[in-house]
């Protein structure tokens, strides 16, 4: 799912007209003002590359995320990208999830409650059936979602690529007409494999190797070789020095950032018991985190 999120996050980026096209009526009169990057620092709740719009003078702000298939684990996660946003960037904000695969789910999630008693919350998010919007996309008028037309068929035909080709082409920017042809070759890879990738790209394959979607791609898998690396150390070291974790600690040490594993690396040093180490992740990490 992770490659779907960053070709959809691609085009977002590339095309907020286009993707604001899906979202709303065109009387609304919308108007895109620009892209924000709030950086809010846990991984898991970074609303990255959110759009901010206009509407009869006032801006707000919509946070798009992707979903193949229907997770409703998921929402309170995107709920609170929307609180983060609207802290940060001091206007109201909204979430939209944009259903990417049709599948033969029962039902798509948009809502869920938090109840205690007699008392709750119920909190309503806009979804998106993606699919919904194929003969847009197929007249030209959303080119731009082009790579996403094979995840909308249970079994699609690899002759949709030509298609997908063909609209990206009438793209005029070369630099976004380029992005979008990597964007194609994520799905594409996930749909048919990369043998029949390989074989239908092969003219474009020249333009994408310095696009922004491969780029960050790179960036984000080295990222994460690196935290995966730097995590198995700690395992071992934690494993060594207490023994086996219960899966409530374990989790927890996963769950830190980048900056917290370093200092737990060095807390370790004066840990002698499991107990010292939950204490830590209680108090130390969340220091840690704000430091």
Not at 3 to 18: G, M, N, S, Y
Not at 106 to 116: G, I, L, M, W, Y
Request: hydrophobic content about 45%.
């Amino acid at each position: 799912m992770q490659e779907i999120d960053h070709a959809f996050k691609t085009v977002v980026r590339l095309q907020p007209e286009c993707i604001l096209k899906v979202i709303f009526d065109p009387a609304k009169q919308i108007r895109f003002k620009k892209i924000a990057d709030p950086q809010i620092n846990l991984p898991e709740l970074r609303a990255d590359k959110a759009l901010v719009v206009e509407q009869n003078g006032e801006a707000f702000g919509i946070i798009c995320e992707a979903m193949l298939k229907p997770d409703a684990s998921e929402l309170p996660t995107f709920a609170l990208k929307a609180l983060g946003l609207q802290y940060l960037e001091g206007i109201r904000t909204v979430v939209v999830i944009v259903y990417m695969e049709k599948g033969e789910y029962a039902t798509f999630p948009s809502s869920f409650e938090n109840r205690v008693g007699d008392i709750s919350n119920v909190f309503q998010l806009t979804k998106v059936l993606l699919w919904e919007y194929e003969p847009r996309i197929l007249s030209g008028e959303l080119k731009a979602l082009a790579p996403f037309l094979p995840l909308f068929h249970e079994n699609p035909d690899p002759e949709i690529i030509e298609t997908q080709k063909a609209l990206i082409a009438q793209v005029e920017d070369p630099k976004v007409r380029a992005d979008l042809f990597s964007t194609a070759m994520v799905v594409d890879i996930r749909c048919f494999g990369l043998e029949v990738v390989t074989l239908r790209f092969h003219r474009e394959v020249h333009m994408i190797k310095e696009t922004s979607l491969v780029q960050n791609w790179l960036e984000e898998s080295k990222k994460e070789g690196e935290r995966r690396g730097r995590m198995t150390l700690l395992q071992e070291l934690l494993t060594h020095k207490f023994g086996s974790l219960t899966p409530a600690l374990s989790q927890q040490v996963h769950r830190l950032s980048d900056q917290q594993l370093s200092r737990l690396a060095a807390a370790i040093l004066q840990m002698s018991s499991q107990e010292e180490l939950q204490a830590w992740l209680g108090n130390g990490a969340s220091q840690a985190g704000r430091s």
